[in-house]
């Protein structure tokens, strides 16, 4: 059960990495990777899902409107089967999530997929967060009041 958890966590930190690096950065990662042979389950394909809300955050639920979504499965040879999905018409992004998905779970791939594409994706978000941080640091203004030499 424990290896079950670690192994949750290692996909769902891999998904929201790869979840908000570019099809590019990905890519180029994976360029650089042995990649095991696979085949689509699901081809990546393009729809859509309805977001919903609840009023006042606890409240009834209500449809907030609907947003677009990329999805994809493959299942690698060795039988592990990976899903990818990511907000936005990119099929390929969505792809490439579920290859990355599939090798984490595969005992063989699991490590340079962690050490080779999302801990360098992760470093690269987290540099970018900082910078933006810095940024908005240095247009930020202190106020205070004066007091007035009156009596």
Known sequence: MEGETAMQDRRRTAMRVLAHASHADIRARL???????????????????????????????????????????????????????????????????????????????TRSIETQVVAPLQAQMRTSREHRAEEAAATRVDFYTMVRGEG
């Open 31 to 109: 360029d650089g990777l042995a990649l095991p042979e696979y085949r689509d389950l699901r081809p990546a394909e393009n729809g859509l899902v309805m977001l919903r809300g609840r009023i006042g955050g606890d409240g009834a639920p209500f449809n907030v409107g609907e947003a677009t979504v990329s999805r994809a499965a493959v299942r690698l040879e060795s039988g592990e089967v990976g899903f990818g999905y990511v907000l936005g018409r990119d099929a390929a992004k969505a792809r490439l999530m579920a290859l990355c998905d599939a090798m984490i779970q595969s005992s063989s791939h």
